[in-house]
């Protein structure tokens, strides 16, 4: 099993500054099968990014998604104020899929 | 549009069965699979596994290998989740979601959330 680790484990911000998350897995994920999601309070998941670096669809371009192997990293150019949330980084590539604990990004 | 649209609350005691039911629209059905993750209060998120809407083949997280049976019904567009011998730690909100191979989940249910509780 993929084990995900996700830092830091809470990050905070202030709206306009740059987040940076980190997802290191315990060995390399399959065709960079790594992707993104974003989570509110009593709110189900929201896809961010597939395939390490691909944005889903109505997803703003101030986020981003890097990486490849065990590093991947999730960038947020200048944080809004409904981008506070939790951020939980998934392999797909490999069964079982395995989520990352989750970072959570407070406001500051 | 894509939705997926679960079942409703449901509060168990412990050694019963729970079956969500989640009912797809706004796409053809049997194109992509269907995937089940679980969040227990609080915490994060957990893969259940995932289900082929094409020809019903799964692929289960092995930690509930022999409780869960997840299928589908292609008529109805729906997709069920039935987890058996229920316990307390099975309490969490389950989601279901569109599951594309190279996109992994990108349309979610709102979550149904299950109490096992004596």
């Known amino acids: 099993e993929i084990v995900l680790t996700q830092s830091p484990g809470t990050l905070s911000l202030s709206p306009g500054e740059r987040a940076t998350l980190s997802c290191r897995a315990s060995?390399?994920?399959?065709?960079?099968?790594l992707a993104w999601y974003q989570q509110k309070p009593g709110q189900a998941p929201r896809l961010l990014i597939y395939?390490?670096?691909s944005r889903a669809t109505g997803i703003p371009d101030r986020f981003s998604g890097s990486g490849s192997g065990t590093d991947f990293t999730l960038t947020i150019s200048r944080l809004e104020p409904e981008d506070f949330a939790v951020y939980y980084c998934q392999q797909y590539g490999s069964s079982p899929e395995t989520f990352g604990q989750g970072t959570k990004v407070e406001i500051k | 549009q894509v939705q997926l649209v679960q079942s409703g609350a449901e509060v168990k005691k412990p050694g019963a069965s729970v079956k969500v039911s989640c009912k797809a629209s706004g796409y053809t059905f049997t194109s992509y699979g269907i995937s089940w993750v679980r969040q227990a209060p609080g915490q994060g998120l957990e893969w259940m596994g995932w289900i082929s809407a094409y020809n019903g083949n799964t692929n289960y997280a092995q930690k509930l290998q022999g409780r869960v049976t997840m299928t589908t019904d292609t008529s109805t567009s729906t997709a069920y989740m039935e987890l058996r011998s229920l316990r307390s730690d099975d309490t969490a909100v389950y989601y279901c979601?569109?599951?594309?191979?190279?996109?992994?989940?990108?349309?979610w249910g709102q979550g149904t959330l299950v109490t096992v509780s004596s």
């Open positions: 979601a569109r599951r594309v191979d190279i996109v992994a989940s990108d349309y």
């Open positions: 395939g390490a670096s």
């Open positions: 060995q390399s994920v399959s065709s960079s099968y």
